[in-house]
Each structure stands twice: as structure tokens, then as C-alpha cells.
């Protein structure tokens, strides 16, 4: 590894715990809804709305299509549509307060992995910190700013701000600029073999794949390292 002048970073489930979060937020949301209308079967309601959330529910509710680029209308009339289907009709009121219901459960239990906060200020010494998270601002500004991530790194990215993600060059090309460096001198760490992984391999840049114990491989695209944790990161750096 030569002089590395900047680490560039992903965000959820490289730093902070995004799935723990998610699944808190879940058995939150199925309790709170079974109370509002007991005769849902709130089980398949969450992980259906899980599934529109991301994205996966596209081809079935095509109506919903044209309200992708308003993710928050968008998820106000996902419950509502999900409701329906289990014969529960709903008024965009009160879809909007169940949305909301989620985001704040979900809110209340995303943080940062334990240590991390305590890597970032000692990288922050040496090196020049970017975030480069996928998502919509809609979900990603509210997390970036429950850890206060702004306080531990230098530059933040959001893809959902940009006009392309990971992997596409453009928003690591952004994020080179940002930090007045060239692809040989910075490292990308992330847990996505095809966003983060195959997006900094394809810029030339070291990339650093996080992947607990038992993470199956699944694609061609090779990280330069493989690190269980992002504690991990000075058997890289040494």
C-alpha cells in the first residue's frame, strides 16, 4: 500500500448497525399496528412493507411507480396499499402517521457500531474521512444525523443527492475532488461486494470489503481485503 491520504467510507452495516436497527424497528412497528386494527396480520404486513421499502414490490404495485421519485409519498401510499390488501382501508392520514411510527422506531435504535465512533477520531488524525452512502436522502440524511456523523468526518456523500450511486465512477470521481486525491491514494471500505467493492475495484482504489464470519462470497468481484469488523482496519493500515 502506498501513501494513503484518505479513507472513504459506506455507512450502513460498515459503520453503523442499519439491519439491528431494522429488525428493532419491525417488531415495534407489527405491535404498534396489531394494536391499531386487530385484524391485520401484522407479520406479513412489516415484511411486505420491508419489501416496497426496498424496492421489491416494484413489478406488484406498479401504481406506485410514479411516486419513486417522492420517496416519502411514496411510503405513505406504500402502507396504505399494503393495507389494502388485507381488506384494511386506510386514509393517507393515517398511513402517513403509521410511515412515521416506523421511521422513529427505527431512528431510536440506529447507532453507530461499538468502537466506532472511537476509530473515526483517531483515523480523523491521519487521514481525510468521506461517507459515501447509497439511499434516498429521505432515509439516509435523518441516520447521518442520529450519530451525528458529521462531527467525525470531513465530507458526506449521499447518493440519493447525486445523479448516480455506487458503483457508478461519478460519485467516487466526487468524492477524489473532494479530497484533492488521486485513485492510488485513498482506500474504499464497505460491506457491498457490488456497490463498494466492485465500484472502488473499477476506479483503481484499494477496497476493503467487511464481512462478518460466514459471509458467503457469491460474485467474481474480489475485494483487495476482507475484514470481519472495521475495528479491523489497522491490519490493513499497518
Avoid at 91 to 106: I, K, M, N, T, V
Wanted: aromatic share 8%; charged share 25%.
Amino acid at each position: 500500500m502506498g501513501k494513503i491520504k484518505s479513507i472513504f467510507l459506506d455507512m450502513d452495516e460498515t459503520l453503523c448497525g442499519t439491519s439491528t436497527a431494522e429488525v428493532s424497528a419491525k417488531a415495534a412497528f407489527a405491535s404498534w399496528l396489531k394494536r391499531q386494527h386487530p385484524s391485520l396480520d401484522e407479520k406479513l404486513f412489516v415484511e411486505r412493507y420491508i419489501d416496497g421499502v426496498y424496492k421489491r414490490l416494484n413489478h406488484e404495485l406498479p401504481s406506485l411507480a410514479e411516486l419513486l421519485p417522492n420517496e416519502g409519498l411514496f411510503r405513505v401510499h406504500l402502507v396504505k396499499a399494503l393495507m389494502a390488501e388485507q381488506g384494511i382501508n386506510i386514509c393517507l392520514e393515517e398511513a402517513s402517521g403509521a410511515q412515521s411510527y416506523f421511521d422513529q422506531a427505527r431512528m431510536a435504535a440506529f447507532e453507530f457500531f461499538p468502537g466506532v465512533k472511537e476509530l473515526l477520531i483517531e483515523l480523523r488524525d491521519k487521514y481525510k474521512l468521506v461517507v459515501i452512502t447509497n439511499g434516498p436522502a429521505f432515509s439516509q440524511h435523518p441516520k447521518l444525523a442520529k450519530v451525528s456523523m458529521k462531527e467525525y468526518v470531513d465530507h458526506i456523500i449521499v447518493g440519493g443527492d447525486e445523479p448516480e450511486e455506487k458503483p457508478c465512477a461519478s460519485i467516487f470521481e466526487k468524492a477524489l475532488a473532494l479530497v484533492d486525491a488521486s485513485p492510488s491514494e485513498v482506500i474504499h471500505i464497505g460491506d457491498s461486494l457490488t456497490s463498494d467493492i466492485g465500484g472502488a475495484n473499477q476506479m483503481g482504489i484499494e477496497s476493503v470489503w467487511i464481512a462478518p464470519n460466514g459471509t458467503e462470497h457469491g460474485t467474481a468481484i474480489v475485494p483487495t481485503h476482507r475484514l470481519e469488523s472495521i475495528l479491523d482496519l489497522h491490519k490493513v493500515l499497518s
